[in-house]
């Protein structure tokens, strides 16, 4: 039971990371029918600027723990949120009206460029975070003793998450974006600004996805320039699982997701794990090619 | 005689002679290239003609390079014999998990393919039914014997590895001017009219995908026996992603693009390499600026002619 608990919490955990980085996947997707492969990128992108300005701004001694990760991660996401315009603005813009896999292929010409950047910038080892800047704390629940950290990240993304759906739903920029997912010519028509709204998904999502990619640095410890491949394909999966497109399904795909792969990690074989992940991927694609929640857009499959 | 009929003929005169002047290094870097180019000319049936976006061809090439490795070093089969083999193991892991996915469109087909090619990835290194060797993969593979001559040199696997690509273009260019080349590019342009004409969709993707799968497998006996070693990591997506590229960028269904596409992807990163470091980067950059300014491809496939006399012959003759 401890271990099943355990494994629950981590797989949460790590659903929640998945979720932040699909919500990225999907709401472009919606928008403009792409798969921005590129995106798990801007999560390495995210874990090497707050690594980087980490260690040159020696916050931790100055502010304190709470409030120097705060500050790292809003500084995080408006630079990954920069990266991501600006890759909107010089690989996809162009291509809005070009053949579906043409953007595609510009997509991953943006991947490649970008880790090959990382790699050039950073060097190709693993980098590692400073270990002992979070306190290692252990929290009992229900007998179980959690780490602290796992519990703030869960917590962390459930806040980032909850904080774009109520964007999304409540404000009228959050409407505006809905509109142009739906029909890009009629949203048009009504005065919404269609170029400033893709841009903004490119801000928002990438920021997202950043701001994931900082949590894992502070979390597991150690980065590696290559790491928003296998980061960006899950994320993918947990979007697909939970219906592309659709923001809760992205929330709901991701958690699963996370739980599925600590428990097959646990009780199955770690070795399988991946292969778990795409299996149930490819189960799911047969089974129900719009996910759980459902594409929320009328189209042949 | 026409301006590219010639451009045939004198580039494959080239090709025919260039190991003579090449050293053992170059000589080895066009067979690289020769392989890539018969595996993309693969997947450009499934990519190019009939238009569904694969990116998972490393799968069934690593099917067909494991089992001629499996084989040989195991049972001691002559390598050349196990050609046929590998492709008819590749073609029908092909038909079992295309069947209930080749349906999907085309996003969700890419991102369940990638999904296969990482399952068979994962699925070697950890030594499955412990005939794959693992992470370490398969070595001690033999070199082929053809008519009791051993082909072992780069200039011999050359002509080994270009005649079989001289083959593939031949049989492909015949395939594209078929009843089923016409009935893939029907599909590919307009699906919903091709089923209105009664043309069965999922059975020619599926066996586009097939065609595709065998052809790779068929490739894969040949790179494990170029190479006598294969590891799982030479099988993994980003291997997929580059074939994926070739295609698109040379020219997605057109087969001389997709041959100036592998020279270009897998010859030109060799003349580069003091910039090694920066060279991905660069490739990077330039596949984005490709889509921007020539999307099509850089040889995009031409429209088909057709004489006028013919078609006229055609329609009297009902």
């Not at chain 2, 994962?122 to 693992?134: E, K, R, S, W």
């Not at chain 2, 099988?235 to 580059?242: K, L, P, Q, R, T």
């Amino acid at each position: 039971m401890e271990q099943f608990f355990q494994q629950l919490t981590n797989g949460l955990a790590v659903g929640g990371i998945y979720a932040l980085i699909a919500l990225g996947y999907t709401m472009v997707y919606g928008v403009l029918k792409l798969i921005n492969f590129a995106h798990g990128d801007l999560f390495s992108i995210g874990a090497y600027l707050g690594l980087t300005l980490l260690l040159s701004m020696g916050l931790f001694d100055k502010i304190g723990a709470l409030a120097s990760v705060l500050l790292l991660v809003v500084m995080v996401m408006v630079l990954v949120a920069i990266i991501g315009a600006l890759l909107e603005r010089v690989a996809y813009k162009p291509l809005r009206q070009s053949h579906r896999l043409t953007a595609v292929v510009s997509a991953l010409g943006a991947s490649i460029f970008f880790q090959n950047a990382i790699m050039a910038i950073y060097g190709p080892g693993l980098l590692v975070y400073p270990h002992d800047l979070l306190p290692r704390i252990a929290v009992n629940i229900f007998g179980v003793d959690i780490p602290l950290m796992r519990i703030v990240m869960f917590l962390a993304s459930v806040v980032l998450m909850a904080a774009l759906y109520f964007f999304i739903q409540k404000t009228k920029i959050g409407t505006a974006i809905r509109a142009v997912a739906i029909d890009q010519g009629a949203a048009r028509l009504m005065g919404i600004n269609v170029d400033r709204v893709i841009m903004l998904v490119f801000c928002i999502g990438p920021a997202l996805g950043g701001s994931a990619g900082l949590m894992v640095g502070l979390y597991y410890g150690q980065i590696n320039f290559n790491m928003g491949w296998m980061y960006g394909l899950k994320a993918f999966t947990a979007a697909i699982l939970g219906g592309i497109g659709n923001i809760p399904g992205a929330m709901l795909g991701g958690l699963l997701l996370g739980v599925i792969e600590a428990m097959g990690a646990a009780y199955i074989s770690i070795a399988w794990k991946d292969a778990l992940s795409f299996g149930v991927l490819i189960l799911i694609l047969i089974a129900r090619p719009t996910g759980l929640l459902g594409e929320r857009v009328a189209e042949k499959v | 005689m026409k301006p590219t009929q010639i451009f045939a003929i004198l580039f494959a005169a080239l090709m025919a002679t260039c190991p003579f002047f090449l050293n053992a290094y170059w000589t080895d870097v066009m067979n690289n290239v020769g392989i890539y180019a018969i595996l993309a000319l693969s997947l450009n049936v499934i990519l190019g003609h009939a238009g569904l976006f694969h990116m998972g061809h490393a799968a069934f090439y690593a099917i067909g390079a494991y089992l001629t490795a499996i084989l040989n070093t195991q049972y001691g089969v002559p390598v050349l014999w196990l050609i046929l083999p590998a492709g008819l193991m590749a073609g029908f892991f092909a038909l079992i998990v295309a069947r209930p996915i080749i349906h999907l469109r085309g996003d969700y087909l890419l991102i369940v393919t990638i999904g296969i090619v990482e399952i068979v990835r994962i699925a070697l290194i950890n030594n499955v039914f412990d005939i794959t060797g693992g992470a370490n993969g398969i070595y001690g593979i033999s070199r082929p014997m053809l008519f009791g001559f051993k082909i072992a040199k780069p200039f011999h696997f050359y002509y080994l590895i270009w005649s079989f690509a001289a083959l593939t273009i031949f049989l492909l260019i015949r395939l594209e001017h078929s009843r089923f080349g016409r009935a893939l590019h029907y599909i590919k342009e307009d699906e919903v009219a091709a089923g209105g004409c009664g043309i069965n969709i999922a059975r020619y993707k599926l066996e586009a995908f097939v065609i595709g799968a065998v052809w790779a497998g068929m490739c894969g006996t040949i790179y494990a026996s170029k190479m006598t070693i294969i590891a799982p990591e030479s099988f993994s997506f980003d291997e997929s992603v580059i074939l994926f590229t070739i295609v698109i960028l040379g020219g997605a269904g057109s087969i001389p693009g997709v041959i100036l596409g592998s020279f270009l992807l897998v010859g030109l990163p060799e003349v580069f390499r003091g910039f090694a470091e920066y060279r991905m980067l660069i490739f990077g950059a330039a596949m984005m600026a490709m889509m921007i300014f020539r999307n099509r491809g850089l040889l995009p496939p031409r429209p088909k002619r057709y004489k006028l006399g013919e078609i006229a012959s055609a329609g009297g003759a009902k």
